[in-house]
Every structure is written in structure tokens, then in C-alpha cells.
């Protein structure tokens, strides 16, 4: 077997995985105008519990019917119909032996399409930077959001832990991921320029993170202490993707120390090339400060892991899982190429564009 380390099962918390290996998120905007996952959806996420994966993270799934939808064709998980859709799917993913983690997302500003109201919210009224996204549907500049009140705050933070339990209660996920990265809500609160808030939510770091612990701590007080609870960080935004934290590799460390605190099971690092420096004044890499500043934690590395010598030289800077983007919508098949020493095809340029939705083309 090639690159054997990957190949070690590992649990998180109380649940095992078969290896090491996890298919990242990916926004596929594939489900029912309403957000109801139907049999593509499906099909599409079996494949890759077919080809070995240890375990798949699933696209953001919005949470409410308020602010939380983020693009049109979204999957949600807030009424009976939906999560019969995500049961179907993680049912038909455990028969293959992998396991299932609900993305849970909020969009705040970045919101492109809401059938629930016609504006957007955010931590402040700051217009986000950059153009819609048009592989999601999207175009021309993002509106103005309205800021939060302290109430609308207390209300996200509710919809995400009962988001959570119903995952895990009622769709049978095997955990929940907090979507903290990447522009959206929980990160706009996070980053200086989106959050010019002056009460408990805004100014200093921890002041800024401190919706995403609160959020962390309601999910673990309604899904239990055994299941898995991970939260995914970046720096990179997808409407500002070279965005870095100002205080560098300190600020790096604080908030890794403070997820895991606030008691998440694993953080999931991204960054457009995992292993390399994180910041132009230091050589370590975000999957290295994680480790560093949450030893007892698990961490997940994403970001240009699209071979296997480059998936395991991240579990030996400090990775305990790799998560698997582009190179699985390729090669849905991956575990089992690289584990066998196959080939691993490129991704065509045609299946992300001109829309982003599952084509009936890939391999399923």
C-alpha cells in the first residue's frame, strides 16, 4: 500500500473513521429550489462512500429561515422535507462505510439568494467587497446587509445548535462542522473591516470571535458530548481571497486556542496551500499554529492536497485528517488510486462552470 499513514483509522471523539482521508466541503448548489436534497444529491455524495473515504463533509446547509441562505439551490435543514433528503443521503453513505458531517453555514453579507426574505444582515452595515459569484448563480456587486441586533444575534445562535440536533437526532449525521470560514457570517464577525460593531461582538479579537464560541458551546449543549463538533477557519475569503490576520502568527494561535477551549472535537484548517508558511514575517504553517496552540484537538488540513505525498506530508506537520477538494470531484475514487499507486485524473474546467451545480456527466 502506498502512503500507509493515510490509510490509519483514527477516531474523533467517540467515533471511529476508516482512514484519514475526508472529502472537503463544496458548494454544489444542486438541491431543489427549496432547499430539498433530492436523488442527484445523493448519488453525488454515495460515490465518494464508495470509493473509500473515510468520512465526507458536506456543502453549507443554511440553518433558518431568515439570513442564513446563502446561494440559490442550496441545501437547508430546517424543515421535515429537507432532512428526509440529507437522511436518504447519509444513510446511503454509511452502507459504504463512510461517515457524514452536516456543514452548518450562515451567509451574512454574502448572501446571493434568500427565498425566505429579500435583504441581507450582517455584523455591521458594510457592503461586502468584490462581485457575486456567477458559478452560484450570482451577479453584480453584494447588497448592503442591515446590522444584527443583539436579539437577531441570540436567534443565529439558537438556529445553528438546533440545526445541530436535528442533524444528528433526526438525519443521523455522525457530527456537525461550523462553518467559521471563508466570508461568511461568523467570519465577517471575526475580521476588523466587516465588524465595526463597539458592543460585546465588536473591536478586540476575542470580542470579535466571540459569536463563533457562543455558537460552539450552544451546538455542544444540544447534540451531547459524544458527537463530533468541528469548526472550519480561514483566513481567505471568497470574495477577498488574500486576506490576512494582522497580528500574524500571535493572532493565528490566540484563536486556535480559544476554538478549543470553547470545546470543539476538531478545527479544519484551509488555506489555499496547506503547507506553506502561513505569513510573510514567519515560517509555520496554519496547520502547524493549530497544532501548536491546540494540542489536544484534532485538526483537519485542506488546501492543494491533491496527490498523496502532498495529503501525508500535512499529517506529518501536524495534521491528524486531510481533506480532499478538487482532486475528489476528479476522483471520487481517490483513497483507492492513491492507495494503489493509480493515476489521478485532473478536474475538466467544464464541471464547476458555467455553474457549480453536479453534472450528469461525473463519475458516479
Not at 462553518?179 to 476575542?206: I, V
Request: aromatic share 8%; glycine share 10%; proline share 4%.
Amino acid at each position: 500500500m502506498h502512503y500507509a499513514s493515510l490509510y490509519e483509522a483514527k477516531s474523533i471523539n467517540r467515533t471511529l473513521f476508516r482512514n484519514r482521508i475526508m472529502v472537503a466541503p463544496m458548494t454544489r448548489i444542486s438541491a431543489s429550489e427549496t432547499g430539498v436534497p433530492g436523488k442527484k444529491m445523493q448519488d453525488y455524495y454515495s460515490r465518494f462512500a464508495r470509493g473509500g473515504f473515510g468520512a465526507i463533509i458536506t456543502e453549507g446547509i443554511y440553518i433558518d429561515q431568515a439570513w442564513s441562505q446563502t446561494y440559490a439551490f442550496q441545501p437547508g435543514i430546517v424543515n421535515e422535507e429537507q432532512l428526509s433528503g440529507w437522511k436518504n443521503i447519509v444513510e446511503k453513505a454509511h452502507q459504504n462505510g463512510a461517515r457524514v458531517i452536516a456543514q452548518l453555514i450562515h451567509a451574512g453579507a454574502l448572501s446571493q439568494k434568500n427565498i425566505y426574505r429579500p435583504d441581507s444582515a450582517g455584523p455591521s452595515a458594510v457592503k461586502p467587497k468584490g462581485q457575486q459569484l456567477e458559478f452560484y448563480h450570482g451577479s453584480g456587486e453584494y447588497r448592503t446587509p442591515q446590522a444584527l441586533s443583539e436579539e437577531q444575534i441570540h436567534d443565529i445562535i439558537s438556529s445553528f445548535a438546533d440545526s445541530a440536533e436535528r442533524a444528528v437526532s433526526d438525519a443521523k449525521f455522525d457530527g456537525v462542522e461550523i462553518h467559521a470560514a471563508n466570508g461568511y457570517l461568523l467570519d465577517q464577525f471575526l475580521t476588523d473591516y466587516t465588524n465595526q460593531r463597539t458592543d460585546g461582538w465588536g473591536g478586540s479579537l476575542e470580542n470579535r470571535l466571540a459569536i463563533t464560541l457562543e455558537v460552539i458551546r450552544a451546538v455542544r449543549s444540544e447534540i451531547g458530548a459524544e458527537k463530533v463538533l468541528g469548526v472550519r477557519i480561514s483566513q481567505g475569503k471568497v470574495n477577498d481571497f488574500h486576506h490576512k490576520w494582522k497580528e500574524g502568527e500571535a493572532e493565528a494561535r490566540t484563536i486556535f486556542g480559544l476554538l478549543a477551549d470553547a470545546g470543539v472535537d476538531y478545527i479544519h484548517v484551509t488555506e489555499y496551500k496547506a503547507w506553506l508558511p502561513a505569513f510573510e514575517n514567519g515560517d509555520k504553517s496554519l496547520v502547524e499554529l493549530a497544532r501548536e496552540a491546540a494540542p489536544e484537538t484534532v485538526i483537519i488540513a485542506n488546501g492543494g492536497l491533491d496527490d498523496g505525498e502532498t495529503a501525508e506530508k500535512l499529517l506529518g506537520m501536524g495534521a491528524d485528517f486531510v481533506s480532499i477538494g478538487k482532486a475528489a470531484l476528479a476522483n471520487p475514487d481517490w483513497p483507492r488510486k492513491v492507495s494503489s499507486g493509480l493515476p489521478i485524473h485532473e478536474l475538466p474546467g467544464d464541471i464547476l462552470s458555467p455553474v457549480a451545480d453536479i453534472k450528469e456527466k461525473e463519475r458516479f
